[in-house]
């Protein structure tokens, strides 16, 4: 992630652990994850072992963890910081 927008320079790390209560957002949104794939396989294959289940969440949550990330973060950010479209329609000096 950018340490600033390129277009407006706000500065995306405002405090020191400023980003702590995006771990929040990032759980739900891997318990959204989880339950998704553990309807996904009941429906898909409902005979399923716990092997199974723990593997299917091992991949969901390798595979997403770099969108989760950044996803998390982003949110956190744009609950605390106000977008101004014309920021970036402005000549830096």
């Known amino acids: 992630m950018h340490s600033a927008c390129p277009h407006c320079k706000q ?6 652990g400023f980003y702590f209560g ?3 957002i990032s ?4 318990t959204a994850l989880f339950i998704g794939s553990w ?4 429906l898909i294959y409902p005979d399923y072992t ?7 969440l091992t991949a969901v949550v390798i595979l ?5 990330f950044r996803l998390s973060r982003s949110i956190w950010l744009a609950l605390f910081v106000r977008f ?10």
């Open 11 to 16: 500065s995306f790390e405002p405090e020191p």
């Open 50 to 56: 716990l092997s199974m289940l723990l593997g299917i």
């Open 27 to 30: 759980y739900a949104i891997n």
């Open 84 to 93: 101004d479209p014309e920021a970036g329609n402005t000549p830096h000096s």
């Open 39 to 42: 309807v996904g396989l009941l």
């Open 64 to 68: 997403s963890l770099p969108l989760s």
């Open 22 to 24: 995006a771990m929040f």
